[in-house]
Every structure is written in C-alpha cells, then in structure tokens.
C-alpha cells in the first residue's frame, strides 16, 4: 500500500486530541492521588502521545521505555512481537502506567501485561493506550484507560507510522478507499 499525504483523512484532530489526553489525565490524578507512577512509554508509537499524558498528571512521574514491533514496513501486524528493548529498572511495590500507541490483535498488549507480572510485584498496574481497535483484536486484552475507538483502518500521524513516516502529523489520519 502506498500512501501520500493528499490521500489522507483527518480522524481525529490535534484539538480533540489533546480534549482527550486532559480527560484521561484527570481521571488517572484521581485514580493515583499524588503518587509517584512509573510511566513506561512503548516506542516508537506511544511516545508523541505519553509525552502529552504525562505533561498533565499532577504526581511525581518517571518514565522509561522499551521497544516493541510486530508490523515492520507493513500495515498489518506479523502477529509476533519482537522485544527490541525491554530493559526496565526494578518496578516491585511501584505504581507501574503502561503508555501504548494503540491496541488493535491485542498481542503486543498482552505480551507487555504477562512480562510487567512474570518479573515484577507491582502496587499498582494500569494500561493506558491512545486508540483501542476492538474489531481486530485476537486476544483478550482491554486497556484501562484509551482515548478513542477506531475501527478498521490503518491510521498514521501522532506518533502512528507507516514504514517509519507520518509519525510527526499532529492528529490522526487514515487513507481513504
């Protein structure tokens, strides 16, 4: 599939975006009260849209991140997930935030909720992702928190590519037809 930037739709705004990340923000400074959380951003994907979470919770926050894939240059995922980088500091008795791009098979999701629970005893465990596509998933898995529905589409822009490109689009797209 090809795809140029006259060929794409708006699906969701930079303003509705950002609406959005206040509303998840506000319902996790509720949920959190002040304490610190460890935000673990999936890259490449997830960091546009963690920086902009992360910038509105009122507690203290770290951040690390790790590197997943399983699409490669394509727009359908290869259905295994590659752990480029997963390093991660010791998160036992830690209030842990998973910060994800988007869940569509819900393998990646998966594979991150079972090593957060096989190598570490958390406080705290939430799983935060931007898009959730439910028509495409293959495994139970459903964040805690998400930001939008999105149905069968490839989406590109806020951090969601296409072979490495259209990542720095300041809302979300897809191509028509």
Same mark, same amino acid.
């Given at each position: 599939? &090809?795809?140029?930037? *006259?060929?794409?739709?708006?699906?969701?705004?930079? *303003?509705?975006?950002?609406?959005?990340? %206040?509303?998840?923000?506000? *319902?996790?400074? #509720?949920?959190?009260? #002040? &304490?610190?959380?460890? $935000?673990?951003?999936?890259?490449?994907?997830?960091?546009? +849209?963690?920086?902009?979470?992360?910038? &509105? /919770?009122?507690? =203290?926050?770290?951040? *690390?991140?790790?590197?997943?894939?399983?699409?490669?240059?394509?727009?359908?995922?290869?259905?295994?997930?590659? $752990?480029?980088?997963?390093?991660? =500091? !010791? /998160?036992? #008795?830690?209030?842990?935030?998973?910060?994800?791009?988007?869940?569509?098979?819900?393998?990646? $999701?998966?594979?991150?909720?079972? +090593?957060?629970?096989?190598?570490?005893?958390? %406080?705290?465990?939430?799983?935060?992702?931007?898009?959730?596509?439910?028509?495409?998933?293959?495994?139970?898995?459903? =964040? !805690? @928190?998400? #930001?939008? !529905?999105?149905?069968?589409?490839?989406?590109?822009?806020?951090?969601?590519? @296409?072979?490495? @490109? @259209?990542?720095? /689009?300041?809302?979300? $797209?897809?191509? &028509?037809?």
């Amino acid at each position: 599939m &090809e795809i140029n930037f *006259e060929d794409l739709k708006v699906l969701y705004s930079e *303003e509705q975006l950002q609406t959005r990340i %206040k509303e998840l923000a506000k *319902e996790m400074n #509720g949920f959190y009260k #002040g &304490e610190e959380v460890i $935000a673990v951003c999936a890259l490449k994907g997830a960091v546009l +849209f963690a920086s902009d979470l992360v910038r &509105e /919770l009122d507690m =203290p926050v770290k951040m *690390e991140f790790i590197r997943l894939s399983s699409y490669g240059s394509s727009t359908t995922t290869s259905g295994k997930v590659n $752990a480029v980088d997963i390093k991660l =500091p !010791d /998160l036992n #008795g830690k209030n842990v935030l998973i910060i994800e791009d988007i869940v569509d098979t819900g393998l990646t $999701a998966k594979f991150l909720i079972d +090593f957060i629970h096989m190598n570490f005893h958390v %406080k705290t465990f939430k799983f935060c992702s931007l898009l959730d596509k439910k028509i495409t998933r293959k495994v139970d898995v459903k =964040p !805690d @928190y998400y #930001g939008f !529905d999105v149905d069968d589409k490839f989406v590109v822009g806020y951090g969601l590519d @296409y072979d490495g @490109y @259209y990542r720095n /689009l300041k809302y979300i $797209a897809y191509k &028509e037809g």
